[in-house]
């Protein structure tokens, strides 16, 4: 439905056609990849990952830590 009213905007700003159907087409077809996603990025995928493999977590944790401090000093320049 959400693509559907998407592509309604998209067509009463004026937006040609082909491109509505080729982004009706791909978000439908895509959709099905967001759903494991979002499984993904869970906080019980975390927990579950730390149970199995703490290793391999505490590096996850690592370069994600090393992540947000490049992040923040990027946006405190």
Same mark, same amino acid.
């Given at each position: 439905?959400? *693509?559907? /009213?998407?592509?309604?905007?998209? /067509?009463?700003?004026?937006?040609?056609? *082909?491109?509505?159907?080729? *982004?009706?087409? /791909?978000?439908?077809?895509?959709?099905? &990849?967001?759903?494991?996603?979002?499984?993904?990025?869970?906080?019980?995928?975390?927990?579950? &990952?730390?149970?199995?493999?703490?290793?391999? *977590?505490?590096?996850?944790?690592?370069?994600?830590?090393?992540?947000?401090?490049?992040?923040?000093?990027?946006?405190?320049?």
């Amino acid at each position: 439905m959400f *693509y559907v /009213l998407v592509s309604l905007i998209l /067509l009463f700003t004026g937006v040609d056609g *082909y491109f509505i159907l080729g *982004y009706l087409a /791909l978000s439908v077809l895509t959709a099905t &990849l967001f759903i494991r996603a979002k499984q993904l990025f869970s906080p019980r995928s975390g927990r579950k &990952l730390r149970k199995k493999k703490p290793g391999l *977590y505490d590096k996850l944790q690592s370069h994600l830590q090393s992540f947000k401090q490049l992040r923040e000093s990027i946006l405190n320049e």
